[in-house]
């Protein structure tokens, strides 16, 4: 699925071309994959233009000013944009589709005059929903803090862990109280800190916590500076792949020497999840 880093860059993207932009048409091809029927979600979208794109926790969110369409692209969810000038994807790479559009994992296409937005998604997990204000309200109330956002401060970073008595990378991965953090971001910033993911919350000292706390904002940042992780070799129209792969420095490494001490990466399960660590470098 992809995280924070990756959901990031492909608002950044979709922000280069839709703001100022009308729908004009949609073609539906999985009805379960939008909320509405085409001819409501048309109807309300009648004469309204994007004003920006934003994201909240892993959801892309384009929004019209008094609606909203989310985007949400779990497990195998991928967006393509496509224009004269452009032709971007971001999300999940689909194996053996190329770049074919529209394909057979194609659930929808967002039309924007001769401008494209395709939605694949190969295990239709993933969604698309129209929603009016109070309603986003209430969905973004249910994701946990930002850890990008500038009122992200370690006082309330502190408060979420309070009372819990859990594993801290079970906790992290808890989309209530940290939000956007997946696998891989969990392993990573908890690598940077040096806490041992099987860790108890209360065992993890006012120092760690510091360090956790700027582990994550640090790791997310240089995460999305590189576009995100990317396992395959797929790229995009523009040759662009998500670079952050080769600044990995547990995920992915089960055996590889660690790079601060040499010791050979230890991974383990951990709630059903492949988990990454050095027995040296995290205590
Ligand atoms: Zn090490």
């Not at 994959?33 to 959801?59: C, D, G």
């Not at 000038?85 to 689909?94: A, D, K, Q, T």
């Not at 929603?131 to 970073?157: N, Q, T």
């Not at 997310?220 to 792949?241: E, H, N, P, V, W």
């Amino acid at each position: 699925m992809p995280e924070l880093p990756e959901v990031e860059t492909i608002v950044n993207d979709l922000k280069d071309v839709l703001p100022g932009k009308s729908v004009t048409g949609i073609d539906l091809f999985w009805k379960k994959s939008l909320n509405v029927t085409p001819a409501i979600f048309l109807n309300k979208l009648k004469n309204k233009k994007v004003k920006t794109v934003r994201r909240r926790a892993k959801t892309i969110i384009i929004d019209f000013g008094d609606l909203f369409l989310l985007i949400h692209l779990k497990m195998t969810g991928q967006l393509v944009w496509r224009d004269k000038n452009n032709l971007f994807s971001g999300g999940h790479p689909i194996v053996g589709a190329g770049m074919d559009l529209p394909n057979k994992f194609t659930r929808a296409i967002i039309k924007f005059g001769s401008q494209k937005l395709y939605f694949n998604d190969v295990r239709k997990f993933g969604w698309l929903r129209l929603l009016d204000k109070k309603e986003l309200a209430e969905y973004e109330a249910k994701s946990g803090l930002e850890p990008l956002a500038k009122d992200f401060s370690y006082a309330k970073f502190r408060a979420v862990f309070q009372g819990r008595k859990t594993k801290i990378k079970t906790a992290l991965l808890n989309q209530t109280l940290v939000a956007g953090l997946g696998n891989i971001y969990v392993d990573e910033s908890l690598y940077s800190a040096g806490i041992r993911p099987l860790r108890l919350i209360t065992d993890i000292s006012e120092i760690e916590w510091k360090k956790l706390y700027q582990s994550i904002k640090a790791v997310l940042k240089k995460s999305i500076k590189y576009r995100g992780t990317s396992f395959s070799d797929y790229r995009d129209a523009k040759g662009r792949q998500g670079n952050f792969v080769k600044y990995l420095q547990v995920y992915g490494r089960y055996e590889k020497k660690c790079f601060k001490c040499g010791q050979a990466i230890k991974k383990i399960r951990l709630g059903g999840r492949g988990t990454h660590y050095c027995e040296h470098c995290q205590k």
